[in-house]
């Protein structure tokens, strides 16, 4: 997945500066976090700054833990010496309100989404990979060696969040379960991970859910589920309380789901909606999301638009209607 050309593309980058601004996407996740932790560990290593760099906003429980390590001021930083990594992400845009500050530097992508633009030079993009942390483990690796504890906790952390803990790995998934079993060695705790991203849920999240179980709406011969988090309820229950990946997980367990859309204000920009998709097997929810100027994985995917929740919805079903319609004749039918 990382071969050795990729390893010296990175340390030929590396190399010629002294100083690194290591950033995610806005609104991040484990993996998100957990890959520029270990990024940044990488090049203390290698004799390099390190800045980690955040535009926030946190809002996933799990991710909490981490936020201490970010900043969102971007430093100020000698641009003949200075460089930006960015970690599972590949659209400028998507680094929040920290992009333009960072948009100046030279830049080296590590990212695995499938509607990332694969033809950037100074880049390591492989939408294969379950996570970016896998990557960043196999780059670690190569440069470094066995991996510490520390380090071995975090990266098994954001493999764990972006793989569903596991679940969303299929049948070619061997090298990942290696690479897992190489981060146990090293420390990580598979039971205590879990018990991070699963437990010490907030009640009212709870309530939450079954808020948005209230709302679901059967759409497109029952395939897609659609909900949409108004205003007031986002204002009654705060966005802490959005257990998104519960919600998802109980609902594409329906029989005869395909594909679940949750659609929301951000959280800080309410002139912005945020939409995200999920989906089974076969179903390409990418696909949809790139048509809107969003993007991200073939069961996961999301995209903004600078619209109200329903003008979102109306623009968003329009677009995935004809999915569905192709989707009639797809493997999960049959
Ligand atoms: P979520 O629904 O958790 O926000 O996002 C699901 C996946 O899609 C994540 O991998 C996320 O990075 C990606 N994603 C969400 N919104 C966008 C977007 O606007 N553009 C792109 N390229 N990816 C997105
Ligand atoms: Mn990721």
Redesign the pocket.
Known sequence: MVCENDIKKFTNFVSCYNNFIIVG?K?P?GDCLCSTIALADLLNRMGKQAFLVSAGPFVKEETLIFEKHFTSEVPDLDKNDSAVIIA????LH?LGNVADSVADYPRFIIDH?K?ADASEDFSIIRPKSPATCFLVQLIYEKIVGKIPENIAKVLFFGLCTDSGFFRYLEDDSGPIFEAASRLVQSGANPKRTYGIISSGKPAESRKWLGEMFSRMEFLFDDKLICICEEEDVAKRFGSNNRD?ATLYDQLLCIKGVEAVLFIRQDDREPSIS?S???SVEHFDVSAI?AEL?????KN?????LNCTIEEAKSRILNVAKDFFDKNRNSPLKS
């Not at 599972?88 to 659209?91: A, F, K, L, P």
């Not at 996961?300 to 903004?304: K, M």
Request: with cysteine.
């Open positions: 996407h609104g996740d599972d992400c590949s659209e998507r989404h509607t998104t945020v995200s998709f999920r999301a100027g969003g993007g991200g994985h996961a995917a999301g995209l903004s």
